[in-house]
């Protein structure tokens, strides 16, 4: 089984969703981020469950969709994927601080 390991820049995009959904409903931030958080927990056992992140088109370098939300994974060996962002879908992912040169 693939141990699913949160990067601290996803974290912090987890925990900025919350923040700024918690303006209007706390209760909708923490049911959003609660979604968001397990998501990743089929690729325990699917780990290319994800499509091929279109914008850089690197076969390990995928993406779940929820909602407005991308989960950004890397599939680094058969042992670990790296989640590595949380983006809004309505951001453009290459101006992402994480993708940046």
Known sequence: MVKINWTN???QDLNEIAE???KD???YAQMTVKNLFES???LKTHPKAGRV???FNEENLRELIRGNYRIVYRVVDKNRIDILTVHHSARLIENSLLFKK
């Open 40 to 42: 990743p927990s089929l």
């Open 25 to 27: 409903s706390i209760r």
């Open 20 to 22: 700024f959904i918690s």
């Open 53 to 55: 992140v279109p914008e």
């Open 9 to 11: 820049f996803a974290l």
